[in-house]
Nanobody
Framework: VELLESGGGSVQPGGSLRVSCVVSGFTPSLYCMGWFRQAPAKEREAVAAIDRDGRTSYGASMKGRVTISQDNAKRTLYLQIHNPKPEDTAMYYC?????????????????????WGWGTQVTVSS
């Protein structure tokens, strides 16, 4: 099982950025998939998640400014970030959980996810 994030970088406030997560070793459509972020000296927090039925859930910190989506043919999970703010600067991680159930994506808990990528850094500054 491998998750590989990409697409991070520097973006100006008010811009737009899409980060991606390519997976291998499992079928992403059968898992719960999620995006988390962690800023220096802060706890890892949930950004968005999607279950095997395509239902989505969004954490409070970025709700309304992010969209999670999945392209199963490309085995890729996406996170579109709209109108980023400097406080969105963080390492963004992709996660996968094989025992997928609705409560998992609504729990917003990183402890519910078994597999993790290495992260991609997003920096928002002018």
């Amino acid at each position: 099982v491998e998750l590989l994030e990409s697409g991070g970088g520097s973006v100006q406030p008010g811009g737009s950025l899409r980060v991606s997560c390519v997976v291998s070793g499992f079928t992403p459509s059968l898992y719960c998939m999620g995006w988390f972020r962690q800023a220096p000296a802060k706890e890892r927090e949930a950004v968005a998640a999607i279950d095997r039925d395509g239902r989505t859930s969004y954490g409070a910190s970025m709700k309304g400014r992010v969209t999670i989506s999945q392209d199963n043919a490309k085995r890729t999970l996406y996170l579109q970030i709209h109108n980023p703010k400097p406080e969105d600067t963080a390492m963004y991680y992709c996660a996968a959980e094989p025992q997928c159930a609705r409560p998992i994506i609504e729990s917003f808990s990183p402890h519910q996810y078994k597999h993790w990528g290495w992260g991609t850094q997003v920096t928002v500054s002018s």
